[in-house]
């Protein structure tokens, strides 16, 4: 792995949030500072391709990176556009939830729930804002 690849991971996995390629290209150019952001770009589908991150594709938005590769659903809010990991109750298979799959196999399923950030919520002090990536 080149030393490029190593940070970009380093530093996708530091901000344990969703960032875009252009997100994590402002936090590795502090260190490489002569990086372009179409190495970042072609760094970042490299790990996805490995299996090493996800690349989620998420309906409306900017494509955006996940430092955990196993499959896990996320909350987003309407008003910033964070985007969290969410944890489900129980571990059913998909295919539970499903009614009538229109005669398809259900392999998996990628679940998004919008909801309103604590942050955007909260008129009062910030919270801490560890859990986003600005
Ligand atoms: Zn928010
Ligand atoms: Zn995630």
Redesign the pocket.
Known sequence: MTIQRRMILDELRASRS?PTADEVYERVKRKLPRISLGTVYRNLEALASQGAI?R?DLAGVQRRF?H?PAP?H?VRCVRCGA?E?IILRGSAHPDQLVQDARGFEILDAKLEFLGICPECREPGPPVPRNSHFH
């Open positions: 969703h996800q989620l996940d955990a896990h996320h985007l990991d």
